[in-house]
């Protein structure tokens, strides 16, 4: 196994030498996060396919198992193409540009995302280089500015809809998500207390004995359920659901624009699953007291943002929808405190180990 | 609830939007018109308009034969089609003063229990998935895909089965079917065991359910609701045990009510009435009389004398009834049809004042509606 | 003695307030008493199926005195048509505890057909007087509501179910 660790290694030696000398490198960089990105939408691919298959299971049923061999495996460019030849109606009653924009900012929002998520650590000569298009010392909460981005995506999608189910759906999303950002952002910063930095690649490396999910199970819990809500999954899926709403603030998309706004979704919630495995499940530090079996590190991150993504096609299966004042009750009078709670369990435990 | 209205009195005021749910919508069962003016999420004034698969059955039977009738009893609602046939036969069997053979009573307690299951299978299914439970609905589809197959062996057909005839039905059991039904319902019993204890244990479905659209028994009866609606209010209220019709009176099954009344509770007499309809099946099944399952004689013209009669029975919906009027020749002079969906769908706004949007779903699917009885 | 009697007094009250009426076919007898010229062919067909004729004009207080008397669900409103000079009203009154099904016939003049509204008394005869109404064009007087249920808006007035209706879309 260690050949792999070298030959892995050395390449990405090579490359970090070849841009932190070149003049050019600005530009390969951008190329570079072109491909993360390229990376994580086809994460997201991943976790369509994984969702129909693994929901499929759980309900007792096939799944795809036409296009592309009985797996189904190219049913998805099948929808691709389904989609792109569609027609795409704009709706006489839209605000058009917010319309043809909702997409795009929901979308965008999980391209930001992405810049900043880092892969794996490389040592080389003694210098720490992260595996990320993009480092900041305030990444993390970054981040959670950047995801909130999609909010307003969907707000604008529902509003410029000029439907009323649309119109609906988006002010249950500000409802529902004034009461989650809260905890999502409070959880982050026990994080970041017990780590001691704001940087996701610190937070990793903070977890290099013990992983968070140990140290604060009850923030692990808390942003579990909050990130759920954050990606809009069942049983938080209220701003697109099918039997009250007619999906909500898509209801009036068609063709590739639905498509988009669709991608945006899962998208969302492959960087949500990356998140939990970086901030929570020790990231690329393999497993606690084993380590990393001379894997390198960025298979250990998708290995457990697979599980991650898993889980939420899990609770999927096994969970109805919530009312959005059930959604909303639980956000405050639940979330909140148990956050606020974490916080402190948080700030003793940092304090004792530093 | 006594001067609630069933219409839409007033246009919106700028606080609230006027929603339309539907005529096609996904929490239907078929097409009907769902008109709410809601505040926020509150719903302040509902109405429903029905009519969209208006099929003018009742001016249909009047122009056909009694036996061409029968087949087209089945489509009044597909889901109860066996129920909707047994009805008019035995209105049929009053009018022509004939009564079936002791086996096919049996058979027709056999397979309006079958019925009733596949009905509460498919009515639980649909629910759970308007609450945003798909998995359930797949398992329910599953579980019914069984009592399909087992009227399919008696009857012949999956959905319409046209089994019941004057005095009689059409055909008799197949070869070796205790062994595959009693294999079949102990199956369903046991999964529809897991399911009930699967849905009062589950927080979240919980909190969708309990104390939403809360009937009282009073309420119930003012609304004219039946069956399991009204047996969710703690109404021992069955026409099985009322007025016990075929074999109903040598059985022995309990006629199961809830108490609460709310969302959850009319589920769970769905669910534990298909156990009930197991338990039924089984005693048919033991004390199944040999004889004959139809008359000897079947004419197809049939002239009854002149006279009425008002029939009815325990649909899996509630209480469904025909009244038939006969003058003399071979048409009916006048077809009613009472569906127990149309009573149902009635009391439908009234439920929906004051609740939540999300909960339309909830309520509505629980109320077990089937929009081409209520068109008819 | 005197204390016993006391309580047997009460507990015969209290009795007589719990115990529902009775479901069967007394109620018919007790009808046609008191509505001498109200309700007329009182006939029992059948154990658990009662049917009589009443007066279109004493509609509401014949119902009242049913829903007095434990008759507490309305079953069904069907509209009969005899041409060429009466159509009846079929009232099927019910109750939520007992198996006895009164029919209630009122006829009418088919050129004026006119009845009073249950919809006080019944809650749920609303949709059923609706769909009479559609389908015969028997007016409910007070109906609060009488519009087309079924059919669409503009087939009001076809009066479909009526034995001389031409056909639709071909009302000449």
């Not at chain 2, 298909?274 to 099946?281: D, G, M, N, P």
């Not at chain 3, 007898?29 to 658990?48: Q, R």
């Not at chain 3, 003049?109 to 006119?114: G, S």
Request: proline share 6%; aromatic share 10%.
């Amino acid at each position: 196994m260690g050949i792999f660790v070298d030959i892995y290694d050395a390449i990405m030696n090579f490359l970090i030498f070849f841009f932190s000398t070149w003049e050019l490198a600005p530009w390969v960089r951008g190329i570079v996060g072109g491909a993360v990105i390229g990376g994580v939408f086809g994460g997201a691919l991943v976790m369509v396919y994984l969702e129909r298959k693994f929901l499929g299971d759980i309900q007792s049923r096939i799944g795809p198992n036409r296009v592309g061999g009985r797996f189904g495996l190219l049913q998805l460019i099948a929808d691709a193409v389904k989609l792109f030849t569609k027609e795409d109606i704009i709706p006489a009653n839209a605000d058009k540009w917010l319309f043809i924009g909702a997409p795009i900012v929901a979308l965008t929002s999980g391209f930001l995302m992405v810049a900043v998520i880092p892969f794996d650590l490389l040592v080389i000569k003694g210098n720490e280089y992260a595996l990320a298009v993009s480092t900041m010392d305030v990444s993390i909460l970054y981040l959670e500015a950047v995801s909130a981005l999609a909010i307003f995506g969907i707000f604008m999608a529902g509003w410029g809809s000029g439907s009323k189910y649309s119109l609906l759906a988006g002010f249950r999303n500000i409802a529902k998500m004034i009461g989650y950002e809260v905890p999502l952002g409070i959880t982050i910063i026990s994080v970041a207390v017990m780590a001691h930095s704001l940087d996701i690649v610190e937070i990793v490396k903070a977890q290099s004995s013990i992983w968070f999910i140990i140290a604060q199970p009850m923030g692990f819990v808390v942003f579990g359920i909050a990130l759920l809500a954050d990606v809009g999954r069942i049983p938080f899926d209220q701003t697109e659901a099918e039997e009250e709403l007619i999906a909500g603030w898509a209801t009036e998309y068609s063709g590739m624009r639905w498509g988009l706004a669709f991608f945006a979704e899962y998208f969302h919630a492959v960087v949500g699953a990356i998140v939990v495995s970086l901030i929570f499940l020790g990231g690329w530090n393999g497993l606690p007291l084993i380590g990393n079996l001379w894997i390198p590190g960025i298979f250990w991150v998708i290995v457990k943002a697979i599980f991650v993504m898993m889980g939420m096609i899990w609770v999927r299966g096994a969970l109805p929808r919530l009312r959005i004042d059930q959604v909303s009750d639980i956000g405050w009078k639940v979330l909140i405190p148990l956050a606020m709670l974490n916080l402190v369990w948080s700030t003793i435990i940092g304090l004792m180990w530093a | 609830m006594t001067h609630t209205t069933t219409q839409i009195t007033s246009p919106p005021k700028p606080s609230e939007i006027l929603l339309h749910l539907g005529p096609q919508h996904p929490l239907q069962p078929g097409p009907f018109l769902l008109d709410l003016k809601i505040e926020g999420e509150t719903i302040r004034e509902a109405e429903l308009k029905i009519g969209y698969i208006h099929k003018g059955m009742e001016k249909v039977f009047e122009d056909r034969t009694y036996i061409q009738i029968l087949p087209l009893t089945d489509r009044i609602c597909y889901l109860a089609s066996n129920s909707n046939n047994d009805v008019y036969c035995r209105g049929m069997e009053e009018l022509l003063g004939i009564e079936p053979t002791d086996r096919a009573k049996y058979l027709r307690v056999l397979t309006n229990e079958l019925c009733r299951i596949q009905s509460h299978l498919l009515g639980i299914g649909e629910y759970t998935t308007d609450v945003g439970f798909l998995t359930m609905f797949i398992y329910m589809v599953r579980e019914r895909e069984g009592i399909v197959s087992l009227l399919e062996a008696i009857t012949g057909s999956r959905l319409n089965h046209n089994y019941a005839r004057f005095g009689g039905v059409a055909h008799d059991l197949p070869p070796g079917y205790k062994e595959m039904a009693l294999k079949t319902l102990g199956e369903l019993k046991k999964l529809v065991k897991s399911h009930d204890e699967m849905l009062s244990s589950d927080s979240v479905y919980l909190k969708r359910t309990k104390g939403v659209g809360v009937l009282t028994a009073s309420q119930a009866k003012e609304l004219g609701v039946a069956g399991p609606p009204l047996r969710a209010t703690g109404v021992e209220y069955d026409l099985r045990r009322v007025e016990p019709y075929l074999v109903y009176d040598d059985l022995d099954f309990d006629v199961i009510t809830q108490t609460d009344g709310d969302v959850f509770s009319r589920v769970k007499v769905r669910l534990l009435e298909i156990l009930e309809s197991i338990y039924i099946i089984e005693q048919v099944l033991d004390q199944m009389p040999t004889g004959p399952y139809k008359q000897n004689v079947m004419p197809y013209i049939t002239r009854p004398a002149p006279g009425e009669v008002y029939s009815r029975i325990e649909d899996p919906r509630g209480e469904m009834g025909m009244y038939i009027i006969s003058d003399g020749s071979d048409k009916p002079y006048r077809f009613r049809i009472r569906g127990p969906a149309f009573a149902t769908a009635q009391a439908l706004p009234p439920l929906l004042v004051g609740t939540y949007v999300a909960d339309v779903a909830a309520i509505a699917a629980s109320m077990d509606s089937c929009t081409s009885e209520v068109d008819r | 003695m005197v204390d016993e009697n006391a309580d047997n007094e009460m507990v015969d009250g209290t009795r007589d307030i719990i115990e529902p009426p009775k479901i069967d076919r007394t109620i018919m007898v007790a009808l046609s008493e008191t509505f001498k010229d109200g309700v007329f062919d009182v006939d029992v067909p059948l154990p658990n199926r009662a049917v009589a004729r009443i007066d279109p004009g004493r509609v509401k207080p014949i119902m009242q005195f049913l829903l007095d008397n434990g008759f507490d669900h309305l079953s069904c409103i069907s509209g009969v048509d005899h041409p060429p000079d009466k159509m009846e009203v079929v009232y099927h009154v019910t109750s939520y505890s007992g198996p006895l099904v009164i029919a209630l016939k009122a006829s009418i003049p088919r050129d004026d057909p006119k009845i009073d509204s249950l919809c006080d008394i019944y809650w749920n005869a609303n949709w059923y007087e609706r769909e009479t109404y559609e389908l015969f064009g028997i007016i409910f007087n007070d109906c609060p509501y009488l519009k087309v249920l079924l059919l669409p808006e503009d087939m009001e007035g076809e009066w479909p179910l009526r034995k001389d209706y031409a056909g639709y879309p071909n009302p000449t």
